[in-house]
């Protein structure tokens, strides 16, 4: 939807997971002589401005160019406005009328909150559980010690332990896990500060991944937000698009 600022028509466009720079290179051929291009970053998301400028486009132009580069973009397409990824889950999860639960260590309850901003996300939400030392991953979440002895906290093995036992512990359809290194100190040669591992467990499995993420601990802590959340964000795309094919 187009918007106006100042009696100038614009559209912003909402990406994750592009760069500023490769996202421009896509934009570019889509613009009218006279069309105005600007960027901001934020922990990760890349927001991309069109305003008409002195081009004369009108908002059904704006709202066309902004669908093209829509297609173009792809699964780095979050919205166009100002959505946030936790609100975007919200409503993909009301739709389905399915649930999520969480289970935090480094980000230290910031994911939890990211839900709990968002107005009726209580229909969805079903808790969180932060469990920051090794002793409440195993007294809490009922982490295998074993696990947690041969793999570490920080590791593929203990996130995708996380997201399976809190989704079963909550009982819902859908579990994030997040679990790393935010620096200043600790880390390892093999896992670095900066070095984040997310689980996802839903109906279709359990999996988890490795991310690596730069800035300072509170930077760190919010990048890994936002990739954990886009990753649900992707996940349940490609899953809603393979139902449609599968029951077509």
Known sequence: MACACAGE??????????GAVPLEEMVRPFLLPG??????????????????GASGATDDDLC???????????????????????????EQLRSMEKTVAL????????????????PGASKVFAGSAVCYSDDAKIAILGIPECLIAQHGAVSAEC??????????????DYAISVTGFAGPSGGTELNPVGTVYIGYA??????????????????????????????????????????LINGA
């Open 9 to 18: 028509a614009y559209v912003q466009i909402r990406t994750f997971g592009i």
């Open 35 to 52: 069309m105005n291009l600007t960027f901001g970053t934020h922990t990760g998301l890349v927001d991309a401005r069109i305003s008409s």
């Open 64 to 90: 066309e160019i902004a669908r093209r580069i829509r297609d173009v973009v792809g699964h780095d397409f979050i919205c166009t406005g100002h959505s946030c990824l936790a609100s975007i889950i919200v």
């Open 103 to 118: 289970a935090e260590s480094c980000t230290g309850g910031l994911l939890a909150d990211a839900f709990t901003d968002i």
């Open 159 to 172: 996130a995708a332990a996380m997201a399976a036992s809190v989704i079963e512990k909550f009982g819902s």
């Open 202 to 243: 839903s109906p279709s499995g359990v999996w988890s991944k490795k991310v690596m993420m730069h800035g300072d601990r509170l930077q760190v802590k919010r990048r890994a937000v936002n990739t954990a959340l886009d990753l649900m964000r992707r996940q349940i795309n490609k899953y809603r698009v393979e139902d």
